[in-house]
Nanobody, 121 residues
């Protein structure tokens, strides 16, 4: 069974940092583009950042530019989202998803269950 499992979420104060992990199993991560998405209450799901199979990165949300960094470690079959300078408006459930063509994060084929990130003092 192909699975993506997010971890690393939690409660953090404004200005703090978290690193989310997305662990893949049941498939070879190398050839997939992986995206991080988030869904906040009352808002539509939005793409946060994407990394393609070559390591190219795309920030889909201007609000995280300069604060969030996506990376991948194919040997560990894991994709990360380093989140710094967190703001209350970053509060959301964060999901990772995989795109099997490896190019973009527009149409994702597989999704994880999400991990909650809450930014509050």
């Amino acid at each position: 069974q192909l699975q993506l499992v997010e971890s690393g979420g939690g409660l953090v104060q404004p200005g703090g940092s978290l690193r989310l992990s997305c662990a893949a199993s049941g498939f070879t991560l190398d050839y997939y583009a992986i995206g991080w998405f988030r869904h906040a209450p009352g808002k539509e799901r939005e793409g946060v950042s994407c990394i393609n199979r070559s390591g190219g990165r795309t920030n889909n949300t201007d609000s995280v530019k300069g604060r969030f960094t996506i990376s991948r470690d194919n040997a560990k079959a894991t994709v990360y989202l380093q989140m710094n300078s967190l703001k209350p408006e970053d509060t959301a459930i964060y999901y990772c998803a995989a795109e099997r063509n490896g190019s973009t994060c527009t149409f994702m084929h597989y999704w994880g269950q999400g991990t909650q990130v809450t930014v509050s003092s």
